[in-house]
């Protein structure tokens, strides 16, 4: 069974967890859809047991009228266990996380397609529509997106719905179970002044079917991890309720701090007056399974020249455990779990960013414009597993 790398496992999962909180508040992790480009990306999370996530993402954006565009995105994971030979415990690494369960490596891929339009002095529509695949899990998710602006595009209201229909058949399962997922969003985006914005909103996610990913087993009646290689009587399969309620709410506060030239007096007290912005972003959640979560993220931009901007960004992310989760199960128990997600745990990721601006060249070509993007961050999980994530960014505007 893949317990042998709790604490791995507990990686993969708190990132998976933090990924599904910020998508479940609204936050759109799409580039900014203003202008056409095209974008390449690349990604490496090495943790501290020898377990190396590779994803590579290529975007395009086109854009057909001043109203109308459309969104093309191809993304690939690539999970390597024991790609630098044996963990810290001496032992070779088959199966070190809950994604490469089943021994070996696994590959994601994920393929989102969009287009949105604006109706004028109406409302602005998008339609997006996603597919991934991994061998023991497949996802598809429509998305529709409508905002409003109002008081001279000082006020904008926002309202998301999206349909998660996923596909498990974990190495455990024998066969494909089905989970339903339709999540709601309602957000408001607020301008206090020409140099401070406000968002704020709310998420409902309400999920039906197979909750546990059938690749992990629950020693129960005293057995232990070890001897789970397979479903016996003493060796039984995750149980969770067949459904789930998730909410969420969001707080967003983005500052520019003014040029020397236009600068407040406050902003000259405070040492700031360089053209930097500041995002304070605050996100609680909770469910009926009685986990609760918070989650707090600065980010700051800093110009660094005409050309070179630094930004530096810290989260820490902080949950408690399911109410049915324990150490230790019996096979009475009608719920059971030694899934990491389920655990209490907390996390901090710190890192920066360095993004060049391209300048632009007569002699171009359809490439006018863009940035050239480096990233590190480091990943600390409660549990003493570590990660190291650099990303590697080309984006072109055309």
Same mark, same amino acid.
């Given at each position: 069974?893949?317990?042998?790398?709790?604490?791995?496992?507990?990686?993969?999962?708190?990132?998976?967890?933090?990924? #599904?909180?910020?998508?479940?508040?609204?936050?759109?992790?799409?580039?900014?859809?203003?202008?056409?480009?095209?974008? @390449?990306?690349?990604?490496?999370?090495?943790?501290?047991?020898?377990?190396?996530?590779? =994803?590579?993402?290529?975007?395009?954006?086109?854009?057909?009228?001043?109203?109308?565009?459309?969104?093309?995105?191809?993304?690939?994971?690539?999970?390597?266990?024991?790609?630098?030979?044996?963990?810290?415990?001496?032992?070779?690494?088959?199966?070190?996380?809950?994604?490469?369960?089943?021994?070996?490596?696994?590959?994601?891929?994920?393929?989102?397609?969009?287009?949105?339009?604006?109706?004028?002095?109406?409302?602005?529509?998008?339609?997006?529509?996603?597919?991934?695949?991994?061998?023991?899990?497949?996802?598809?998710?429509?998305?529709?997106?409508?905002?409003?602006?109002?008081?001279?595009?000082?006020?904008?209201?926002?309202?998301?719905?999206?349909?998660?229909?996923?596909?498990?058949?974990?190495?455990?399962?024998?066969? =494909?179970?089905?989970?339903?997922?339709?999540?709601?969003?309602?957000?408001?985006?607020?301008?206090?002044?020409?140099?401070?914005?406000?968002?704020?909103?709310?998420?409902?996610?309400?999920?039906?079917?197979?909750?546990?990913?059938?690749?992990?087993?629950?020693?129960?009646?005293?057995?232990?991890?070890?001897? #789970?290689?397979?479903?016996?009587?003493?060796?039984?399969?995750?149980?969770?309720?067949?459904?789930?309620?998730?909410?969420?709410?969001?707080?967003?506060?983005?500052?520019?701090?003014?040029?020397?030239?236009?600068?407040?007096?406050?902003?000259?007290?405070?040492?700031?007056?360089?053209?930097?912005?500041?995002?304070?972003?605050?996100?609680?959640?909770?469910?009926?399974?009685?986990?609760?979560?918070?989650?707090?993220?600065?980010?700051?931009?800093?110009?660094?020249?005409?050309?070179?901007?630094?930004?530096?960004?810290?989260? @820490?992310?902080?949950?408690?455990?399911?109410?049915?989760?324990?150490?230790?199960?019996?096979?009475?128990?009608?719920?059971?779990?030694?899934?990491?997600?389920?655990?209490?745990?907390?996390?901090?990721?710190?890192?920066?960013?360095?993004?060049?601006?391209?300048?632009?060249?007569?002699?171009?070509?359809?490439?006018?414009?863009?940035?050239?993007?480096?990233?590190?961050?480091?990943?600390?999980?409660?549990?003493?597993?570590?990660?190291?994530?650099?990303?590697?960014?080309?984006?072109?505007?055309?």
């Amino acid at each position: 069974m893949d317990v042998t790398r709790p604490s791995v496992r507990k990686a993969l999962a708190a990132l998976l967890a933090l990924s #599904c909180v910020f998508s479940i508040v609204g936050v759109d992790t799409r580039e900014a859809q203003a202008e056409e480009y095209a974008l @390449a990306q690349s990604y490496v999370h090495a943790f501290s047991n020898n377990v190396a996530v590779f =994803t590579e993402l290529f975007a395009l954006n086109k854009e057909f009228s001043l109203d109308t565009s459309a969104y093309l995105k191809y993304t690939v994971d690539i999970i390597q266990p024991g790609l630098f030979g044996e963990d810290d415990d001496g032992d070779a690494i088959s199966s070190a996380s809950s994604a490469a369960a089943g021994g070996g490596q696994d590959t994601r891929h994920e393929l989102t397609a969009g287009v949105s339009h604006n109706f004028k002095d109406l409302f602005k529509a998008e339609l997006y529509y996603d597919t991934s695949s991994e061998k023991d899990y497949s996802s598809s998710t429509p998305t529709v997106t409508l905002s409003k602006e109002f008081f001279n595009k000082n006020t904008t209201l926002s309202f998301g719905f999206s349909k998660n229909m996923d596909e498990i058949s974990g190495k455990f399962l024998g066969r =494909t179970e089905k989970r339903n997922t339709s999540n709601y969003y309602l957000g408001v985006t607020q301008v206090i002044s020409p140099v401070t914005i406000v968002q704020a909103g709310y998420s409902h996610s309400d999920s039906k079917g197979y909750m546990p990913e059938g690749i992990r087993l629950v020693p129960v009646d005293g057995a232990t991890a070890a001897s #789970c290689t397979e479903e016996s009587a003493t060796c039984m399969d995750e149980a969770f309720p067949d459904n789930r309620k998730r909410n969420a709410f969001i707080l967003g506060i983005n500052h520019y701090f003014k040029k020397e030239t236009d600068t407040t007096v406050a902003d000259k007290a405070l040492g700031i007056s360089d053209g930097s912005t500041i995002r304070l972003t605050f996100r609680y959640y909770y469910d009926d399974w009685d986990i609760d979560a918070f989650t707090a993220e600065v980010v700051q931009s800093r110009p660094l020249s005409e050309n070179r901007t630094l930004r530096l960004n810290y989260r @820490a992310y902080i949950q408690d455990k399911a109410s049915f989760f324990k150490d230790d199960y019996l096979s009475s128990d009608t719920l059971r779990s030694t899934s990491p997600q389920h655990r209490s745990f907390h996390t901090h990721l710190l890192g920066a960013k360095l993004i060049h601006q391209l300048k632009s060249r007569p002699q171009a070509g359809p490439f006018e414009l863009g940035t050239l993007e480096g990233k590190y961050e480091f990943y600390l999980e409660s549990s003493r597993v570590s990660a190291h994530i650099l990303m590697a960014s080309l984006k072109f505007v055309f």
